[in-house]
């Protein structure tokens, strides 16, 4: 066999775009190492970024021209059932890889003015990136789980990277501990199903084996299931397991914030929609119910906390509490129109999150400060980041006509839908709660007397400079993105029709793959 032979084999294709990306990272480093303080280098991994983009963009629509049930033969897993190249895990992908991008690009000033390594922190950042893309795509425990500590290990050094900042180390140390405790907890949940199955790895051999030896509905499943599920919310930081996100957003740097909010987010949700709806079809009933549990719980303590914050960042460390209550619906309604909902708000809120957080980094470099009463009389001296930053809480908060509106409207209808009535009448309160904490903050900003900071503001001349470029990208997806929701909305459902093997454990095909 030669060398043409083994990659057809392995499907290695299927990974191109993490290729790229880990390409990216060590031409990085060597061109660092050999041309020392080169300002140009910064620029590698956004091209690498970019183009696995572009690349998970062709695999997509390669998958859509291609009839799903020819998949059932042929799955497109690739390294010996480490990956699935199914459309679901692209889209993740997708998804992680543009919240990367857009992090990056708010990240230059800040470590430039902080003086610290920048591309090693390039490298950190880039190889979280790379965790959160394999973990969408993992199709077996040990690649779950690798990717998994990718991610995280690389969080918690981001975490703490100012070194001489005490509230950094505090956060890091924190993170770490909480972190490692979670990561036990869904690893001993690993090793039941694990045991359950008689040795199996790949998720698909290992429901299949739990439905033969009729272990599905055991007690040692239940036990799995529940380990499993406490690690999945401690990664979307989803009440009560949220106490670690208020001080790490509170003592992390701002960059390393805006990419936890998003990134570990987005790959905690492709997480559970892999691992539980494949693997706990027959349990999906119980699921639900804990996670409407963990939503209602979310919603609440997220956006009534908020209230009472001082720091824009804490307040937005709550907030994302309370979000990642209104993404749970789209997880618990699930089939077509909650995944697809939750798909579709998952992208808004990247755009919108980030909008806020590249507000907050500007602001800071400017003032050093990021209290909220600081903010006072904004718009006199800064209207262009006052009027992003507005437009990126007011689509947090779901005003019409911003993004955020539109995509909690599908949302809310797809629970409604449904019939979790009760639910989506909670959300509903605690977003009308959440409009009032933001519009506590545009108040500060627009009608306010001007506080000693802003008497202090520099002049600012607007600059192509990477942080007011990525707040530039994320206002505009704020404005318009919720004008394209229905074709959003539409490559979202396409989505989950081109995942055969996501569908067969829900039923939705007659033929399993199994």
Same mark, same amino acid.
């Given at each position: ?16 775009? /993490? ?44 998958? *859509? ?5 020819? =998949? ?21 992908? =997708? ?15 800040? #470590? ?11 490298? &950190? ?12 795509? $993992? ?9 998994? /500590? ?17 509230? %950094? ?8 501990? #909480? ?6 907890? &869904? ?9 359950? %199955? ?13 439905? @033969? ?24 930081? @989803? ?15 701002? +960059?390393?914030?805006?990419? &936890? ?10 997480? @559970? ?50 979000? $990642? ?43 050093? !400060? ?12 800064? +209207? ?16 019409? +006509? ?64 990477? !942080? /007011? ?5 994320? *206002?505009?997806?704020?404005? =318009? ?17 081109? %995942? +055969?093997? =996501? ?8 033929? %399993?793959?199994?």
């Amino acid at each position: 066999m030669d060398f043409r032979d083994l990659i057809a084999s392995l499907h290695a294709e299927t990974i191109f775009p /993490e290729g790229v990306i880990i390409l990216s990272l060590l031409v990085t480093l060597l061109v660092d190492l050999i041309f020392a303080k080169n300002t140009w280098v910064q620029a590698i991994p956004l091209v690498g970024l970019a183009s696995s983009l572009v690349i998970l963009v062709f695999q997509w629509q390669m998958n *859509a021209s291609v009839d799903p049930n020819l =998949f059932l033969s042929n799955p497109q897993i690739a390294f010996v059932g480490s990956f699935q190249g199914d459309s679901l895990g692209i889209a993740f992908r =997708f998804l992680i890889a543009l919240s990367g991008l857009l992090c990056i690009l708010l990240s230059y000033e800040y #470590i430039e003015k902080t003086r610290t390594a920048f591309v090693e922190f390039l490298v &950190l950042l880039v190889t979280a990136i790379l965790g959160g893309m394999l973990l969408a795509g $993992a199709n077996d425990l040990v690649t779950l789980f690798v990717s998994l /500590e990718t991610l995280g290990l690389s969080s918690y050094l981001l975490t703490g990277y100012m070194k001489r900042d005490v509230r %950094s180390n505090e956060a890091a140390l924190k993170y770490l501990l #909480i972190g490692a405790a979670s990561s036990a907890l &869904l690893l001993y949940g690993l090793s039941w199903l694990y045991g359950l %199955s008689g040795g199996h790895l790949e998720l698909n051999y290992i429901i299949a084996s739990l439905l @033969a030896t009729q272990s599905a509905q055991s007690s040692s499943c239940w036990l799995a299931l529940l380990f499993i599920t406490v690690g999945i919310s401690f990664k979307i930081s @989803a009440a009560p397991f949220h106490q670690w996100t208020p001080d790490v957003y509170q003592g992390s740097p701002t +960059p390393v914030v805006a990419f &936890l909010s998003v990134a570990s987010k987005t790959a905690g949700l492709g997480l @559970a929609m892999r691992v539980l709806a494949i693997l706990f079809p027959f349990l999906a009933s119980q699921w639900h119910l804990v996670f409407e549990f963990l939503a209602v719980l979310s919603m609440i303590i997220g956006n009534c906390v908020a209230i009472t914050q001082t720091s824009l960042k804490r307040m937005l460390g709550y907030s994302s509490i309370g979000q $990642a209550g209104f993404l749970l619906i789209g997880l618990i309604t699930g089939y077509g129109d909650g995944y697809a909902s939750m798909l579709a708000y998952i992208l808004i809120y990247i755009f919108m999150n980030l909008g806020a957080f590249a507000g907050i980094i500007l602001f800071g470099l400017r003032t050093g !400060t990021d209290q909220i009463k600081d903010y006072a009389g904004l718009y006199n001296k800064d +209207p262009i980041l006052a009027i992003c930053l507005s437009v990126s809480l007011l689509s947090l908060g779901g005003i019409p +006509p911003l993004a955020g509106f539109f995509g909690k409207l599908y949302l809310f209808w797809a629970g409604w839908k449904s019939g979790f009535y009760l639910l989506i009448l909670i959300a509903l309160i605690t977003s009308v709660i959440s409009i009032y904490y933001y519009l506590r903050v545009l108040k500060i900003m627009f009608m306010k007397e001007e506080s000693v900071v802003i008497e202090n503001y520099p002049v600012v001349s607007f600059a192509q400079r990477p !942080t /007011e470029f990525g707040m530039g990208i994320c *206002a505009f997806g704020t404005l =318009f993105v919720g004008l394209f929701l229905n074709p959003i909305v539409d490559v979202a459902q396409a989505t989950l029709y081109y %995942s +055969p093997s =996501f569908q067969s454990s829900l039923g939705i095909l007659e033929t %399993s793959v199994f």
